[in-house]
T-cell receptor, first 115, second 114 residues
Framework: DVKVTQSSRYLVKRTGEKVFLECVQDMDHENMFWYRQDPGLGLRLIYFSYDVKMKEKGDIPEGYSVSREKKERFSLILESASTNQTSMYLC??????????????FGPGTRLTVT | SQELEQSPQSLIVQEGKNLTINCTSSKTLYGLYWYKQKYGEGLIFLMMLQKGGEEKSHEKITAKLDEKKQQSSLHITASQPSHAGIYLC??????????????FGTGTRLTIIP
């Protein structure tokens, strides 16, 4: 079974702190994604990566950066956390696009609260 | 504007009753994915629909994609507490919403009451 793990289920940080969210997948997937989920807004893509050291901005990259030094690990960084970044953060991975299916595998999520 | 609209946003249903969740696209869909999320957890893939008029079932959950491939419905028969959660539809990136990523709907929160 595909397993995507996230470093923390719950996290509380103060405004202005630098925050690291880690995601690890064990299926050798090329693609990895970071989403945030907010009530009424659904899932919104922050960044994604289709290879080591490669990254692309999603729909809402402002205030975030990412790092992918190894294939299995994709980190989301909040350089200076703000209260409007309080949210549920979901990581996902997927194999390369095959032309058939675009199924993504999700981690359990990290609920981040910024006070 | 939201390219994928789900309705209703939330639903409270008595255990044993049937229910339907809808997902409407502003563009013709190449494919449509349904995911379920238990509260506070990640998403679990349910099923994928690609052909107009296609219908798939898994246990008590049936998903359909209309002939025009712009609307999908998810129907749950004889609901159980285990069905509670958030249901999200996702558009195949080939649906051309201007990017190559999966586009998600806003989600429907389903609560089952005994």
């Amino acid at each position: 079974d595909v397993k995507v793990t996230q470093s923390s289920r719950y996290l509380v940080k103060r405004t202005g702190e630098k925050v690291f969210l880690e995601c690890v997948q064990d299926m050798d997937h090329e693609n990895m994604f970071w989403y945030r989920q907010d009530p009424g807004l659904g899932l919104r893509l922050i960044y994604f990566s289709y290879d080591v050291k490669m990254k692309e901005k999603g729909d809402i990259p402002e205030g975030y950066s990412v790092s992918r030094e190894k294939k299995e690990r994709f980190s989301l960084i909040l350089e200076s956390a703000s209260t409007n970044q309080t949210s549920m953060y979901l990581c996902a991975s997927s194999p390369p696009w095959t032309g058939v299916s675009y199924e993504q595998y999700f981690g359990p999520g990290t609920r981040l609260t910024v006070t | 504007s939201q390219e994928l609209e789900q309705s209703p946003q939330s639903l409270i249903v008595q255990e044993g009753k049937n229910l339907t969740i809808n997902c409407t696209s502003s563009k013709t869909l190449y494919g449509l994915y349904w995911y379920k999320q238990k509260y506070g957890e990640g998403l679990i893939f349910l099923m994928m629909l690609q052909k107009g008029g296609e219908e798939k079932s898994h246990e008590k959950i049936t998903a359909k994609l209309d002939e025009k491939k712009q609307q999908s419905s998810l129907h749950i028969t004889a609901s159980q507490p285990s069905h509670a959660g958030i249901y999200l539809c996702g558009a195949d990136p080939r649906s051309n919403f201007g990017n190559e990523k999966l586009t998600f709907g806003t989600g429907t929160r389903l609560t089952i009451i005994p």
